[in-house]
């Protein structure tokens, strides 16, 4: 039953991606289809253990491509090596500051 349902999510979630035109990944659409359905209440922690458990279990595995993918393209990354860390600083400092901004907004009304 589990895989049945974490499948259908990703089912789902890969619907969802060829509406955008495959811009965005069909498991993240998949991850927030189940993340809602859990949150709603609709499906219970429970139901998807067995296979969430599983998957998690091997999950570093799932890591290896993109190890490989970071080697063959170090040159690339070592052509980049100050701007890469500056983007990530930038865009921590701007999310934090939205969100900062937002929450004291919602806060005052």
Known sequence: MSSIIILGC?????GFA????????????????????????KVHYEHVFPTAHFILKYMPLLFIPS???LI?????LEDN???IPLVALLSTL????????????????
């Open 10 to 14: 990703l089912m789902l979630g890969k």
């Open 18 to 41: 060829w509406l955008v035109n495959d811009h965005f990944p069909a498991a993240i659409f998949g991850m927030l289809v189940l993340l809602s359905l859990l949150l709603s209440g």
């Open 67 to 69: 190890g490989v993918a």
């Open 72 to 76: 063959e393209h170090l040159k690339l």
């Open 81 to 83: 090596y100050w701007q």
């Open 94 to 109: 701007f999310t934090l500051a939205l969100v900062g901004y937002l929450m004291q907004r919602n806060l005052k009304s």
